[in-house]
């Protein structure tokens, strides 16, 4: 029997979670946030200590909080960020419990509502937001049993002390990937990085940085009907001051780039061909970015230096015109390998048909047709940055006016 109602759940004590909250109490909805660990649990658990972010400090902020800084052109790292969302926290004082893990969320019998499965009992509620993140599962390729070394996800990668000495295969070169790799190289250890098709970004360009190109050209607003089918993540990075990624620097200072990686048995490794593919995929993605910001600024005759520069290419090295076809373990002196090969959401618990054949949301920017339910911080919920710092508080506030409505 259920114990306990309330008029709205928020199943997440994130950064959505909590920005939820906030407008919810703005609009006077009584709610309660349930959170199975801690306050912003992934940032201190499922991020490596040497992360930085990805946006620049003056970019980053939540609804009527600014991110404190005394650089705005600097990138925090993941300990700032908890510091952050932790200050936020406070200043919204939402109606929250952590260590409760909704375990089970059903619609109640013959009635509008849900009904939340907790160990601590059961809850009633009118509407449910779920802010449970989108990253919440990670994605291993099923080679990983078959290689007799260490072996850890990105999300549990600490720090280069943590993998046995000797060289590193870090397999993914998105954002986590690349930075992983760069940290282990400057750590002194001989990487070997799998590459696949991306996007890599300028970190900066004619004197502007990506994210306030995206924000100027309003491209962190597109819609997932303007999107198309394109899916892959940006590749940038706010390590070392924040450097635009070129893979080939990453080669000139040893590291060793492979293909993608096809195959594994008996410690040796299969590589595919189209490692010099995927790169100039990045180059040509790269490359139309500057393009466009170049039409951009003549269209609006905005005064932002040239910078030609930008366009200056690198030759391929020799593991790139000479790649790797099979790489043996042991022969070299590989220990480790860190899969950089992204995550996936998880919703098995949700026993409510509102997923689809492959287990992802199905909503139009976050409500769903079981009316009450919400999602809130997922990639593309309704724009690009749905799910980045920035861009939940627009999305939550829709949800909350819907709440509010409906009510
Ligand atoms: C490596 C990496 C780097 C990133 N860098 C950036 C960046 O530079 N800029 C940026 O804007 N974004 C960045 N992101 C994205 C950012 O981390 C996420 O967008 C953010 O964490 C999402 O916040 P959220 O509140 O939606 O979800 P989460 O932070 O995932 O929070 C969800 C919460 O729900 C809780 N929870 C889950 N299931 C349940 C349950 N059943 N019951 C109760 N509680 C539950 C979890 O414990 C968690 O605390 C990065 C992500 C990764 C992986």
Same mark, same amino acid.
Do not use: C
């Given at each position: 029997?259920?114990?306990?109602?309330?008029?709205?759940?928020?199943?997440?004590?994130? %950064?959505?979670?909590?920005?939820?909250?906030h407008r919810l109490k703005q609009r006077g909805l009584s709610?309660?946030?349930?959170?199975?660990?801690?306050?912003?649990?992934?940032?201190?658990?499922? &991020?490596?200590?040497?992360?930085?972010?990805?946006?620049?400090?003056?970019?980053?902020?939540l609804p009527d909080f600014p991110f404190p800084h005394s650089d705005p052109d600097k990138f925090a790292s993941a300990a700032d960020i908890v510091k952050f969302i932790e200050a936020y926290a406070a200043f919204v004082s939402p109606p929250i419990r952590c260590g409760v893990?909704?375990? &089970?969320?059903?619609?109640?019998?013959?009635?509008?509502?849900?009904?939340?499965?907790?160990?601590?009992?059961? @809850?009633?509620?009118?509407?449910?937001? @779920?802010?449970?993140?989108?990253? %919440?599962?990670?994605?291993?390729?099923?080679?990983l049993r078959e290689l007799p070394v260490f072996q850890v996800h990105a999300s549990r990668y600490r720090n280069p002390e943590q993998l046995p000495p000797g060289a590193v295969l870090v397999?993914?070169?998105?954002?986590?990937?690349?930075?992983?790799?760069?940290?282990? %190289?400057r750590a002194g250890r001989r990487v070997y990085l799998s590459v696949g098709r991306h996007r890599r970004m300028p970190r900066r360009y004619r004197s502007r940085d990506f994210i306030w190109w995206l924000a100027a050209m309003r491209i962190d607003h597109i819609t997932p009907e303007e999107r198309g089918p394109a899916r892959l993540g940006p590749v940038i990075s706010g390590a070392y001051g924040g450097r635009t990624i070129d893979f080939?620097?990453?080669?000139?200072?040893?590291?060793?780039?492979?293909?993608?990686?096809?195959a594994a048995h008996d410690g040796v490794i299969e590589i595919a061909p189209g490692l010099a593919e995927s790169l100039a995929d990045g180059d040509l993605a790269y490359v139309t970015f500057l393009d466009i910001v170049d039409e951009y600024v003549k269209r609006r005759g905005l005064e932002l230096p040239d910078e030609p520069g930008a366009r200056t290419t690198i030759p391929d090295p020799p593991c790139?015109?000479?790649?790797? %076809? &099979?790489?043996?373990?042991?022969?070299?002196?590989?220990?480790?390998?860190?899969?950089?090969?992204?995550?996936?959401?998880?919703?098995?618990? @949700?026993?409510?048909?509102?997923?689809?054949?492959?287990?992802?949301?199905?909503?139009?920017?976050?409500?769903?047709?079981?009316?009450?339910?919400?999602?809130?911080?997922?990639?593309?919920?309704?724009?690009?940055?749905?799910?980045?710092?920035?861009?939940v508080g627009d999305d939550a506030a829709v949800l909350a006016d819907h709440i509010r409505a409906h009510r």
């Open positions: 029997m259920p114990n306990e109602k309330i008029a709205t759940l928020v199943i997440g004590g994130g %950064q959505a979670g909590l920005v939820m909250s709610h309660l946030v349930l959170e199975r660990q801690r306050i912003a649990e992934r940032w201190r658990s499922e &991020r490596w200590e040497g992360l930085q972010f990805q946006f620049p400090n003056w970019s980053v902020r893990e909704v375990t &089970r969320l059903a619609q109640r019998d013959g009635a509008s509502g849900f009904i939340a499965e907790t160990a601590d009992g059961t @809850i009633e509620a009118d509407n449910v937001v @779920i802010a449970t993140g989108p990253y %919440q599962r990670t994605l291993v390729p099923d080679l397999a993914g070169a998105g954002a986590s990937g690349a930075q992983i790799a760069e940290e282990l %190289q080939r620097n990453f080669a000139a200072d040893g590291m060793t780039l492979l293909g993608h990686i096809e790139v015109t000479a790649p790797l %076809q &099979r790489l043996d373990l042991s022969a070299e002196g590989i220990s480790a390998v860190i899969w950089a090969t992204g995550y996936g959401v998880d919703f098995g618990w @949700i026993d409510i048909p509102v997923t689809d054949a492959k287990g992802e949301a199905v909503h139009r920017n976050g409500i769903t047709d079981v009316p009450g339910l919400y999602f809130l911080g997922l990639q593309w919920l309704s724009k690009l940055n749905s799910s980045f710092l920035s861009g």
